[in-house]
């Protein structure tokens, strides 16, 4: 296991920002060529069960518990037509939390390679998603299936 550090910010905003950039950068100086799967867990999360090898997939994401068996009109997705993060109205089948998900490394490093980027476009128009990295990640997995959600 290793754990990354997020530099600290004077707001949870930045230190999600720049999540994606660090798992990015020690994805291509070490993951890449060491490991298969890469499983991407805020510190604070709280595993009420054990999870093992069954979370292995080409691209897993995780079921936002808030929004689990409600209608997508009542998502969190990105609203801001401005956004790299806005979802087209009518598109989307569940809601994602960004504090859980994971599958090969070339997968993941394809989903936070791309996250960052739409993230740094966003953050050079002034633009800051609801949900941040949370929102980015839930747009690319639109158009990304995640492979066992």
């Not at 910010?9 to 920002?17: E, K, N, P, V």
């Not at 999870?51 to 997705?77: K, M, N, Q, W």
Request: glycine share 6%.
């Amino acid at each position: 296991m290793v754990i990354l550090q997020v530099q600290s910010y004077a707001h949870w905003q930045d230190i999600t920002r720049h999540r994606m950039e660090v798992i990015s950068n020690f994805s291509q100086q070490h993951f890449l060529g060491e490991v298969d799967y890469l499983v991407c867990a805020d510190v604070d999360m709280k595993f009420n069960n054990r999870v093992s090898v069954e979370i292995l997939s080409s691209l897993f994401a995780t079921i936002h518990p808030g929004f689990c068996g409600f209608h997508r009109d009542t998502f969190a997705y990105e609203c801001q037509p401005q956004s790299q993060a806005h979802f087209p109205e009518g598109e989307g089948d569940f809601y994602y939390i960004g504090a859980l998900f994971g599958g090969s490394v070339l997968e993941v490093y394809r989903l936070i390679m791309a996250c960052h980027q739409v993230m740094m476009t966003d953050q050079a128009n002034h633009i800051e998603a609801l949900w941040h990295d949370e929102s980015h990640l839930n747009k690319y997995l639109l158009n990304h299936k995640p492979t066992l959600p």
